[in-house]
């Protein structure tokens, strides 16, 4: 297959929150022939976690970038949506335990809503084979929004979205609230996890929901940053600080399992 094509920074119109659009980059997927003239794909939209997904140079971060070029050469398009940068937030992770986020879930909902509405409107895209996929505070959001009770209007995208994956995201509000996903739902789960901690989710029920989750493995082990101990995030189950970072064996199984979750998904009826 032909190699991906490079992002591309678009608009994506909100009608929700102080700002009237948010940021977006979107990748199209390698075409699966020679001519992509024709190229209609699925899409995944990708919701990044609480340090938000810009580097030092205002682009895609190295972790957003390796995943979009990893679906997209599946042939796949993708959609990665920030939610932080056109509000002028840079991260809400550090904040205090009980703190308000400055960026909340609502509006994370509202935004990824807005971002799979593009999408369902983009030539290029198979609108009835959408896929969502978030890490942390953006895996938290996944859940959010593919919840079965979540009010009507959120609803109306559903019947395109087949599958959504989220990395080691809060469940604890959702465990409470009796989770119940509209479609298949993966959750990627790092064991040691002391940060958002597995244990909720592991006690999630419905036969929607499908765990993978790793020993030895701490949040954010998907990445390539090494394991540190982080004293400036306070929100965690030791209010000293968290873990964070890279166990590399898990890493490579859990995108090896999202992509056969979403290949699965999309090749069904």
Avoid at 14 to 42: C, F, K, L, M, Y
Avoid at 214 to 236: S, V
């Amino acid at each position: 297959p032909m190699k991906a094509d490079a992002q591309q920074a678009i608009n994506i119109p909100v009608n929700h929150g102080p700002s009237e659009h948010i940021t977006a980059w979107w990748w199209i997927g390698a075409p699966r022939q020679q001519h992509p003239s024709d190229h209609i794909a699925p899409a995944i939209l990708l919701l990044h976690g609480c340090g938000g997904m810009l580097n030092r140079q205002g682009l895609p971060d190295q972790r957003m970038r390796s995943y979009a070029e990893l679906l997209a050469n599946m042939g796949w398009h993708v959609l990665a949506l920030d939610s932080f940068s056109a509000r002028g937030v840079k991260e809400i992770c550090t904040r205090a335990r009980g703190g308000r986020a400055q960026v909340s879930q609502t509006l994370r909902r509202a935004d990824a809503a807005a971002a799979l509405a593009w999408l369902s409107r983009h030539e290029a895209v198979d609108k009835g084979r959408l896929g969502l996929m978030g890490w942390s505070n953006g895996g938290s959001t996944v859940l959010a929004y593919t919840h079965h009770g979540d009010p009507p209007e959120l609803q109306a995208i559903y019947p395109g979205l087949r599958a959504a994956v989220a990395f080691y995201p809060g469940c604890n509000y959702r465990e409470q609230h009796g989770y119940q996903p509209a479609m298949p739902v993966l959750l990627l789960l790092a064991l040691s996890d002391d940060w958002t901690p597995p244990e909720p989710c592991l006690r999630l029920k419905s036969e929607n929901i499908s765990i993978l989750g790793w020993e030895n493995a701490f949040h954010g082990f998907d990445g390539t940053a090494k394991l540190r101990f982080r004293t400036d995030i306070r929100n965690g189950i030791n209010p000293e600080g968290v873990h964070q970072g890279a166990n590399i064996q898990a890493g490579e199984e859990a995108r090896a399992g999202l992509i056969g979750f979403f290949a699965h998904h999309f090749a069904s009826n």
